[in-house]
């Protein structure tokens, strides 16, 4: 029996391979911009792709922020993917300081320009990398399927900073800068990284997701 999905449609988020991969893990998916639909979701998932500002505003403009927030309060399970994850942050300082959905207390800040020995890296990370357990560990989260190491696919420039370490789910090594790879806090999971593109293991992590792992 498929599992009923909802994926907020703000006009962005890379909707079509999110929306397969949620098919394939199980999912029955509705991509809706509604905001009665999305604040009565069983599940809802909010992608995105570009920048943080211009997912907010988008939000915004089509009424989706207070519908999400709607959503969160009823504690049902709730899944950001990558600018998505960043929305559930306090703040984001890419292109100025703009706000978030205040989920996860903490900012988005600038992937370092440097690796750990002061020697330039590309920016944005982009590709494979091995997700480590934050400080409690994942059992029980999205991630309890996979082994520490796995490798999970990143298209980022920016990345959270929480506050509280028991929000920081997963982080991952960047020439020895400790990025924030995944978020958790209640009935909320966010990932940096793109399940939807990290092949068997991402669809284990949204099957996980659909059949309610909870943090």
């Known amino acids: 029996m498929s599992i009923p ?17 949620l098919e394939e893990s199980g999912g029955r998916v ?13 599940r809802l998932v909010l992608p995105g792709v570009g ?8 939000l915004a403009e089509r009424g989706l922020t207070d519908a999400i927030r ?13 600018v998505g994850m960043q929305a559930m942050m306090d703040y984001s300082e890419e292109f100025g300081r703009h706000d978030g ?4 207390r903490g900012g988005v800040v600038a992937v ?10 590309p920016v944005p990370h982009i590709g494979w990398n091995a997700l480590k357990p934050g400080a409690n560990g994942w059992d029980g989260s999205c991630l309890a399927a996979l082994e520490p190491g ?11 900073c929480p506050e509280r ?3 920081v789910l997963a982080t991952c090594d960047y020439d020895g800068r400790t990025l924030t790879a995944a978020v958790v806090k209640d009935n909320m999971t966010g990932c940096q990284f793109h399940p939807e593109k990290s092949g068997p293991l991402g669809l284990k992590i949204l099957g996980r997701f659909l059949n309610g792992a909870r943090p």
């Open 30 to 42: 509705t991509l809706s911009g509604d905001l009665a639909t999305v604040a009565a979701a069983e």
């Open 165 to 167: 370490s028991e929000n």
């Open 112 to 121: 370092p320009a440097t690796g750990a020995d002061g020697r330039p890296h």
């Open 150 to 160: 796995t490798a999970v696919y990143f298209v980022h420039s920016f990345a959270a």
């Open 51 to 58: 920048a943080f500002s211009a997912a907010m505003w988008a």
């Open 5 to 21: 999905v909802t994926v907020v449609d703000y006009g962005s988020g890379n909707l079509f391979s999110v929306t397969r991969a």
């Open 101 to 104: 959905f205040g989920f996860v």
């Open 70 to 82: 709607r959503f969160v309060e009823t504690e049902r399970p709730f899944l950001g993917i990558c």
